[in-house]
């Protein structure tokens, strides 16, 4: 079974922190995806990035970097210097070979709230 | 328009009531679906559209019926809803079932059942 953990609920900084987000998953698959998805208070979930089982390769984007390590299944997000406009409630998801690449599996979410 | 537009964006309906969700894409994607997002709960895939046909039911109850005219629409029908059924219905396309690249999602629409 897949499964997606994302154990922050909510997660409050203030303004320039930096802020890590955590994710931990679960996959029987050698081929898999994941994804970071960022849902601000419109509603719609905006694609952040797409990482495959064979790309350990940390990525850096602007202010946004993710951590990929096989050994503990986790893929991470770190937020530089954030700002009010990082508030959001971010998802975690998965995809695998064996279930579907169309079927994620998301987490829970978390809670970001930038304060200025 | 670009991207995925769901309508309404607010619906408030009775247990009794039959009602719509309309989803919308001019994306070019072959692949449309439905996702529940419930507070506290991961988002659930519900329905899974390719070229038109369903190729995905996870479960879902009965009284939410889709429908996917063609590969720019697709619908979610509500009939005889219960109040747990209320939560943010969100709608996605991708290029096809087999892309990797993720889902874009629409704004979704806030459904409260009373």
């Known amino acids: 079974a897949q499964k997606v953990t994302q154990a922050q609920t909510e997660i409050s900084v203030v303004e320039k922190e930096d802020v890590t987000l955590d994710c931990v998953y679960e996959t029987r698959d050698t081929t898999y995806y994941l994804f970071w998805y960022k849902q601000p208070p419109s509603g719609e979930l905006v694609f952040l990035i797409r990482?495959?089982?064979?790309?350990?390769q940390n990525e850096i984007s602007g202010r946004y970097s993710w951590n990929f390590q096989k050994s503990t299944s986790s893929f991470n997000f770190t937020i530089t210097a954030s700002q009010v406009v990082d508030s959001a409630v971010y998802f975690c998801a998965l995809s695998g070979e064996n279930t579907g690449f169309q079927k994620l599996v998301f987490g829970t979410g978390t809670r970001l709230l930038v304060s200025p | 328009e670009t991207g995925v537009t769901q309508t309404p964006r607010h619906l408030v309906m009775g247990m009794t009531n039959k009602k719509s969700l309309k989803c919308e894409q001019h994306?070019?994607?072959?692949?449309m679906y439905w996702y529940k997002q419930s507070a506290k709960k991961p988002l659930e895939l519900m329905f899974v559209y390719s070229l038109e046909e369903r190729v995905e039911n996870n479960s879902v109850p009965s009284r939410f019926s889709p429908e996917c005219p063609n590969s720019s629409h697709l619908f979610l029908h509500l009939h005889t809803l219960q109040p747990e059924d209320s939560a943010l219905y969100l709608c996605?396309?991708?290029?096809?079932?087999?892309?990797?690249?993720?889902?874009?999602f629409g704004s979704g629409t806030r459904l409260t059942v009373v």
């Open positions: 996605a396309s991708s290029h096809d079932l087999e892309s990797v690249f993720g889902y874009t």
């Open positions: 990482r495959n089982s064979f790309d350990e």
């Open positions: 994306l070019g994607h072959n692949a």
